[in-house]
């Protein structure tokens, strides 16, 4: 409602401004002068048509310009998401970009102070939720949940390492640890050494917790409910916020449409890892078999906590 309050005042203060400009250009001329004591005062007529011109003219420009202000409102808002409201009319930089999964949930974080100094809770453990990249990049959140709080205390990401890197890093903050959350295929075994990541992490001392396999769409949701009763350490998850915000659905540039998947880029390790965590937490969605009389095209879900 702000927002179209502040459109719509810009529109009425711009057909003001056109009100004015014709005025200046079109001054009303003298009135006829007040006759001399006995005489009888004499009117060319000019008085009744400048009220005649000024009602057709600058007056009935503000009345159409303010039609105009209020369609173009009501047609914008048919037409285009908030998202691409705040960004094309408003210039809002910190609006989600199109096709965003979460942006607008971040924003909302920002606007009530869900980011800011989030300080590590040393009587809480700290959960690690991962996306493990092959020859790419590993994304890690740090996690405390506090209560109803989910305390999202710390992000790191790196390209071209190791489990060992990781685990050194892992080591060198000072967090008391709880369940490490890999994706589920971390427990597949690799061709060259036999082994999974799971074993060779349990090597390096870190114990991994396998997530559910969800469908994507069920994990995103899974997200977006987690989301708002997350706290973001301003600084800390900086990087990872970014990557949050700006995580979207790909598209098909030829027919100008969205695919029903998300994009891959610099994004998708941070948003796949948090995805990860959310999917293993106690309120993850608890898929339930699909009623054998139709009903829902897809399994209903049922949300705990």
């Known amino acids: 409602m702000r927002t179209q309050s502040t459109r719509l005042a810009m529109s009425l203060s711009l057909a003001a401004l056109s009100l004015l400009a014709a005025c200046a250009a079109n001054p009303p ?13 004499v009117s060319d007529g000019s008085d009744a048509k400048q009220i005649t011109d000024l009602a057709g003219g600058p ?5 159409k310009a303010v039609r105009q202000a209020v369609t173009s409102e009501i047609n914008m808002r048919k037409t285009m998401s908030e998202e691409e409201y705040q960004q094309e009319m408003e210039c809002s930089f910190d609006a989600a970009v199109k096709g965003a999964y979460y942006g607008r949930l971040i924003d909302e ?66 967090y008391v640890y709880g369940r490490h ?17 799971i074993e060779m992490a349990r090597a390096l001392g870190l ?19 987690t989301l708002p009763k997350c706290w973001f350490d301003a600084k800390r998850c900086a990087a990872g916020l970014e990557a949050l915000r700006m995580y979207r659905k790909d598209r098909d540039e030829k027919l100008n449409v969205f695919r029903d998947k998300p994009r891959h880029d610099w ?6 890892a948090f995805r990860t965590g959310c999917a293993a937490r106690p309120s993850a969605p608890v898929v339930r078999p699909a009623r054998a009389n139709g009903g829902f095209g897809v399994s209903p879900m049922a949300w705990a906590g």
Request: aromatic share 6%; charged share 20%; hydrophobic share 40%.
């Open 29 to 41: 001329t003298a009135a006829t002068p007040a006759a001399a004591p006995g005489e009888t005062a």
């Open 181 to 197: 959350i890999a994706p589920h295929d971390i427990a597949v075994r690799e061709l060259g050494t036999g082994q999974s990541r």
């Open 109 to 174: 974080a920002q606007q009530e102070g869900r980011i800011c100094a989030v300080p590590h809770e040393p009587a809480a453990k700290v959960d690690t939720w991962w996306d493990l990249g092959v020859g790419d990049s590993t994304a890690i959140w740090f996690v405390q949940t506090v209560g109803r709080e989910v305390r999202v205390i710390d992000h790191y990401e790196m390209t071209g390492e190791g489990l060992p890197h990781y685990a050194k890093v892992l080591a060198s903050k000072p």
């Open 207 to 225: 114990k991994f917790e396998t997530a559910p396999k969800l469908p994507v769409d069920d994990g995103i949701n899974a997200v977006r409910l």
């Open 267 to 272: 994004t998708s390790h941070s948003a796949d």
């Open 59 to 63: 007056a009935a420009a503000l009345a």
